[in-house]
């Protein structure tokens, strides 16, 4: 049972019907986004139109570090049923993302990027660790 309906069914006789609804609507705020305590990361990811996708280059310094993300990422696409677009042009990596049934970004696309950028952050952590060592 939805909260409304109880309230509804359980409420003061002498109350006319849907006063629960009228009640709760009052208690509907709008928090202004400054106020927040926190503040999303901005995404650098692009989304562009016709159809909307998103979009982001991948700029490595040594093309085993390509190879590695690409079969990372082909791997994960393959283990979640939904597949990007992967272009490789020398070591830039460009992946597109958008879910083709509805041809627009979705939840799906989202975590994907979200997979991209840590799998990049790993990659480039890794390098300089590595170079740091040397």
Same mark, same amino acid.
């Given at each position: 049972? *939805?909260?409304?309906? /109880?309230?509804?069914? $359980?409420? !003061?006789?002498?109350?006319?019907?849907?006063?629960?609804?009228?009640?709760?609507? #009052?208690?509907?705020?709008?928090?202004?986004?400054?106020?927040? &305590?926190?503040?999303?990361? &901005? +995404? !650098?990811?692009? $989304?562009?139109? +016709? &159809?909307?996708?998103?979009?982001?280059? /991948?700029?490595? =310094?040594? &093309?085993?570090?390509?190879?590695?993300?690409?079969?990372?990422?082909?791997?994960?696409?393959?283990?979640?049923?939904?597949?990007?677009?992967?272009?490789? =042009?020398?070591?830039?990596?460009?992946?597109?993302?958008? #879910?083709? =049934?509805?041809?627009?970004?979705? *939840?799906?696309?989202?975590?994907?990027?979200? /997979?991209? !950028?840590?799998? @990049?952050?790993?990659?480039? /952590?890794?390098? @300089? +660790? *590595? *170079? !740091?060592?040397?």
């Amino acid at each position: 049972m *939805r909260l409304l309906e /109880f309230l509804n069914k $359980t409420g !003061d006789a002498s109350l006319p019907n849907g006063s629960a609804e009228i009640v709760l609507g #009052t208690l509907r705020t709008t928090v202004p986004s400054d106020s927040l &305590p926190i503040d999303a990361d &901005p +995404s !650098d990811w692009l $989304t562009v139109t +016709s &159809p909307e996708r998103i979009v982001k280059i /991948f700029k490595f =310094d040594n &093309p085993s570090h390509v190879a590695y993300f690409v079969s990372e990422l082909m791997g994960y696409q393959e283990e979640a049923n939904h597949h990007a677009k992967i272009t490789i =042009d020398y070591r830039d990596v460009t992946v597109e993302s958008y #879910t083709h =049934d509805i041809e627009s970004v979705t *939840r799906q696309d989202l975590i994907l990027a979200e /997979f991209c !950028d840590e799998i @990049y952050s790993d990659i480039m /952590f890794l390098d @300089y +660790s *590595r *170079r !740091d060592n040397v």
